[in-house]
């Protein structure tokens, strides 16, 4: 099993420019959770989807952030315009939806490291 | 609406001493409950859970952890520590029932181990 896969590992852009995180999760989870980690505010939940509709986006801080899954294998979130302030590392985890031993856990991928110039 | 504190933001200690990480929570509902470690530049990594049954739990590396109820707490313990358990470590709780299933973390703990 290959993990909950993100793309880039490393992000490098400037101020105004549009950024696009890609997740994806373990085959036949059914939630997807994108996560934001900063030295300020820890891990903070921007958003979750289950089966490939978003449940929760409570915590996406403004417009310039959005995120979609158009099939159960993939995901994105997006940034448009980026400013410096979204400089973070952003996790995207998978979860099973049904009972069994991982009922409830979140799988983790390796980040995306976003600096914004 | 849950909440997890993290008493201690930055513990060091000596190789092969004990640890323990401090965790509590505050929820109107029950939960379930977890640590996750996460090292260097790396994502995050189920330790261990309490889901129901036995209040102390045994995870991965050693790692032990005991559910207190009535003291709200999960705290995080390991008789003999590593150099490679220097890491930082998550509590985090979700509700038991419900269709929610977001983890609420707590702020973390830097478990740096000394030579």
């Known amino acids: 099993d290959a993990g909950v896969i993100q793309s880039p590992r490393h992000e490098v852009t400037e101020m105004g420019q549009e950024v696009t995180l890609r997740c994806k999760p373990i085959s036949g989870h059914d939630y997807l959770f994108w996560y934001r980690q900063t030295m300020m505010r820890g891990l903070e939940l921007l958003i979750y989807f289950n089966n490939n509709v978003p449940i929760d986006d409570s915590g996406m801080p403004e417009d310039r952030f959005s995120a979609k899954m158009p099939n159960a294998s993939f995901s994105t979130l997006k940034i448009q315009p980026s400013e410096p302030r979204d400089s973070a590392v952003y996790f995207c985890?998978?979860?099973?939806?049904?009972?069994?031993?991982?009922?409830?856990?979140?799988?983790f991928g390796p980040g995306t490291r976003l600096t914004v110039l | 609406a849950q909440s997890v504190t993290q008493l201690d933001s930055q513990v060091p200690v000596f190789e092969e001493a004990p640890v323990e990480l401090r965790c509590n929570y505050s929820s109107s509902v029950s939960v379930y409950l977890f640590w996750y470690v996460q090292y260097p530049n790396q994502g995050l990594q189920l330790l261990l859970k309490?889901?129901?049954?036995?209040?102390l739990v045994k995870g991965i590396n050693g790692f032990e952890a005991e559910f207190n109820k009535s003291q709200t707490s999960f705290h995080l313990r390991k008789p003999s520590v590593h150099i490679s358990d220097t890491a930082e470590y998550f509590c985090?709780?979700?509700?038991?029932?419900?269709?929610?299933?977001?983890?609420?973390f707590g702020s973390g703990t830097q478990l740096t181990v000394l030579p």
């Open positions: 985090a709780v979700t509700p038991l029932h419900g269709s929610a299933r977001q983890l609420t």
């Open positions: 309490y889901l129901s049954g036995s209040t």
């Open positions: 985890a998978s979860s099973p939806g049904t009972s069994g031993s991982a009922y409830n856990e979140q799988f």
